[in-house]
Structure formats: structure tokens, C-alpha cells
């Protein structure tokens, strides 16, 4: 018998989870899974750390599964995976933690409280992130929940990366820099000393590109600078997020178009991006493998704005000693990866195709005098340690 840790990541049509067992020092998966398609055609698929299918069901359209009725088929499927285990602790990613939260926090009823005034700072994250937490505080009020922020990791950045240029009483509102896929770019930087020793000290550009895309500048193991900004919509074009915009397009949306916030807050988060583009869809599988111009212009686009991005981070370090592949894009999309590299040939990043065909870990030529790699990204595991050493240090609820 072991003390278990549950991992919950809910997004707007899915929830995913991991539970991990506490052995000594080490957090070993049990098992991951998601429940996707909420609403409209919920599949539940959960694999053991060997990547066995141990749990499987699909609702038909009759039976729309939506978050509430997602939690509770999961919590009575795991107790049941659980057996002799006992659950110890569940620790969520929260997406936005605004100023206030640096670091992880033990949750109470209070806590969830304040972290809902930033939904409209997160409308595809936030509520879903918090939904789950406020079920599981009514039921089972004794369990210990902690939350780990998307935003922590970046906020002791320097003040100039945080900043718009915009008077004080608007930035003293909050209104700043807070960069997100957090939880991704801490695990990278614990792994990349085992990786790339000198880049781990020295400089490395990030890039997250999954569904959600940005890329942070990594210094010595800290953030220094991110694409994403005051929301999630910010930085580089994602599956259906615009990335960043002229604040004037905004304007003349407002002025010209008439749209109202709810409108325009619904093209730049759900119809723009990939979908937006190439009309095709938001699956970078999907676009790769189409023959449509739309199609193809929208691939262009994402990498080039990853090359300008990269320039600016690289400018943000001073110079660059590696970039990291990760999420969903970084880890399998191997001819996104070899145009992002061959455009940042002028930077020192020389690749070796055979070894990207491949997959890595290492990308670059042994000469390459900026290295690249590949490294999966592990939210869920950097989260499961961070409740651990949370509640174990008894951090009150
Ligand atoms: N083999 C692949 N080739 C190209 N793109 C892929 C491949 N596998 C996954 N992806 C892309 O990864 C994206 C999902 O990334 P992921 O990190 O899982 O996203 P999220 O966690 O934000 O849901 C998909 O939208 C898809 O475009
Ligand atoms: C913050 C964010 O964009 O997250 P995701 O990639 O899960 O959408
Ligand atoms: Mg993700």
C-alpha cells in the first residue's frame, strides 16, 4: 500500500489526470488518462505507466457528459484503480494565479474565491481549472488540494519583460506581463542538467508548441522572458488563439465592425490560429498532411512567428546556448521542428535531419554551436511534486 497523489488538468472540453504513488523519494505513475469531447462526444481513455489501456468508454450523443458528470465517473473509476492505496492529496494546474501567487498554494474555499476574479484573464482555462476544485472542497472537505500556477514560474522575471508601457494605475491594476505554460518550462529546466549541462546554466529558448504555443527564455534555470502576456491569447498563433495582435485591430473591430467583447474575445480564442488560417483545422497533424494553400500558408505563418519570437528572446538573453522542443508540435511534429531550426541557423543552430527524422533527443550537428533537442514535457509530474512537498511540509488548508 502506498499514498497516492491525484494530478488534475481540466480544460474547457476535457479533463486529464495522472495518479502517482508515492515511493520513497520517487513519484511512480499508476496510471493517465483524459475524458475529451465533453459535451459533444466524451471519450474516456486511460493508459498504466507501460502505456497499457486500462480503462476505455465512449457516451454516446444522447448522454451529453459534461464537467460534473465527467468528475463523478472518474472519481468512482478511481477509486476503484485505487484499491489498497490511499489518496493523500490532489493537486490541480490553475492557469492564472495573477500577482498574488508565486509559488503552489495549500487550496481552501477562500483561495478558489480569489482566484476566480482572473476568469476573464483565462475564459478557456480558469473556470474549468476551478470547477473540479470547488466540487471536491463541498464533498470530501478534508482532502488536502493544492494548486499550481501556470503564471508562477515567470513572476520574478525582470520588471521591464513584465511591463507594458501603459501609466501606472492601469499596470498597478494588475494589467502586466505574467507568461503561462509554466508548469511545462519548470520541468523542462529540472531536466535539462541531465540534458545539457551548459545550457542549463547558460541560456535556452523553450518552445512549448501544443495546442496552447508559447516559448519562454530560460537564464540559469529562471525565466527571464515569454511570448504569452497578460492571457493565454498572447504570443505566438496556437490551434485557434490569434497570438498577438495590433491593439488596434481591437479597435476597429469595436468601431468599425460593431463586435462586442464577448465577439471578439470568441475570434481570437476559438476561430483564429491554425483554424483561422487555414479554414482546415486546428490539428497541426491535420495541416501537415493537407494539400490546400490555406493549409500551407497557416504552417508558414506559425513558424514564422516562432523565428521572430526566438530573435527576440535570444536578444532578451544576450545570446543563446540551446532550444528545447516540447508539447504536443515540439515533440512529434519532426518538419515544424526543421523549419524552426533551419531559421535560426543564423543564431548557431545547425541540424542534423537525420537525428530530428528521428525524434532526438539531440537535434544538432555535434559542431553546432547552439544545441537542440527534444525533451517531452511532464505538467503532471511537476505538479504531483509540488502537492507532495506541499503537504508535506503540512502547509495548513
Ligand atoms: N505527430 C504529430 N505531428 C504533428 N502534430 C502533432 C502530432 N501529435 C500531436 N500534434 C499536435 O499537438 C497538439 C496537441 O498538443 P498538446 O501538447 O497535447 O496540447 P494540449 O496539452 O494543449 O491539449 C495537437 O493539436 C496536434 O496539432
Ligand atoms: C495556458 C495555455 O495556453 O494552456 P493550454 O496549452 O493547455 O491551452
Ligand atoms: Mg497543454
Known sequence: MSDAILVVNAGSSSIKFSLFLERGEALDLLLGGQIEGLYTTPRFKVKDAAGATVGERQWSAGEPLGHDGAIAYLASFLREQLGEHRLVAVGH???HGGL?????VRLT???????????PLAPLHQPHNLRPIRLLLAHQPQLPQVACFDTAFHRHQPETAQAFALPPEITERGVRRYGFHGLSYEYIASAL???DPRAAAGRAVVLHLGNGASMCAIHGGRSV?????????DGLPMGTRSGNLDPGVVLYLMDELK???????KLLYQQSGLLGVSGVSSDMRALL??????????VELFVYRIGRELGSLAAALGGLDALVFTAGIGEHAAPIREQVCRAAAWLGVELDPTANAAGGPRLSTAGSRVTAWVIPTNEELMIARHTRTLVAAGAPG
Open 93 to 95: 494546474r490553475v492557469v
Open 193 to 195: 542538467p541531465q540534458v
Open 289 to 298: 498532411a493537407a494539400d490546400e494553400p490555406r493549409a500551407k500558408f497557416a
Open 259 to 265: 463586435m462586442d467583447a464577448r465577439a471578439i474575445e
Open 100 to 104: 498574488d501567487y508565486a509559488a503552489p
Open 109 to 119: 474555499a477562500e483561495i478558489v474565491g480569489h482566484l476566480e476574479q482572473f476568469i
Open 225 to 233: 522572458a515569454s511570448t504569452m502576456g497578460f492571457t493565454a491569447v
